[in-house]
């Protein structure tokens, strides 16, 4: 059931623009996303809700589609604090409260 | 506000030796999860509550146990450790369920020998 991201890894410059896919076999509820910097524990960014509704950064843009069982994350206007591992969670659609996540998507951003 | 703590951040144990990983809230939350997450992997869910006195298995609950007797505590315990065990652990929690943000602790960084 864990879904899988793409990239795995990607190199960006400052300023440059970057999008990070999720794709899942299973009928999804909500896609979480999460930003882990090395060593550190994952930080919230945003939920996407199946009907639409979304929470979290407002400096992150996401999209949901429900029909594809895919979600993508896209990064603008890149900022060095943006470096980091990007993991996406996905909630079936089963009722157990149960977030499986994919193997990460490594973002770089350079100078 | 500490959010969520975790003690201890490092551990080195022998094969055979029991633990307790201990988890603690001071956001009032109901949910609290325990998830491990082995190099360069996503987390995979190991148990969680949904309120004191309540848990459920995860994806990958084998070799654990959790309790949970009041809020703000959730540890985890590992009975016989394994060298498979070896791992980062962290601890979460959430205001609601699937439509809430987690909120992770630190992490306890593991390992089995």
């Known amino acids: 059931q864990q879904p899988v991201q793409s990239p795995q890894a990607v190199i960006l410059r400052e300023g440059e623009d970057a999008v990070i896919n999720c794709s899942s076999s299973k009928a999804l509820y909500s896609v979480h996303w999460y930003r882990q910097k090395h060593g550190e524990a994952p930080v919230f960014l945003m939920i996407l809700l199946k009907g639409g509704e979304q929470k979290g950064h407002d400096k992150i843009s996401a999209s949901f589609n429900e029909k594809k069982q895919q979600s993508s994350l896209y990064l603008t206007a890149s900022q060095l604090s943006y470096s980091g591992t990007y993991f996406c969670?996905?909630?079936?659609?089963?009722?157990?409260?149960?977030?499986?996540f994919g193997t990460g998507t490594r973002l770089t951003v350079i100078p | 506000n500490a959010g969520v703590t975790q003690t201890p951040k490092f551990r080195i144990l022998k094969i055979g030796q029991s633990m307790t990983l201990q988890c603690t809230q001071d956001m009032n939350h109901n949910y609290m999860y325990w998830y491990r997450q082995d190099p360069g992997m996503g987390l995979k869910l190991i148990y969680y509550s949904v309120g004191a006195g309540i848990t459920d298995k995860g994806e990958v609950p084998n070799g654990y146990n959790v309790s949970r007797s009041t809020t703000e505590d959730f540890p985890l315990r590992l009975e016989l450790a394994a060298p498979s065990q070896t791992s980062v652990y962290f601890c979460?929690?959430?205001?609601?369920?699937?439509?809430?943000?987690?909120?992770f602790g630190p992490g306890t960084r593991l390992t089995v020998t």
């Open positions: 969670g996905t909630d079936p659609q089963t009722g157990a409260n149960n977030l499986f």
């Open positions: 979460a929690s959430s205001y609601g369920d699937r439509d809430y943000e987690q909120y």
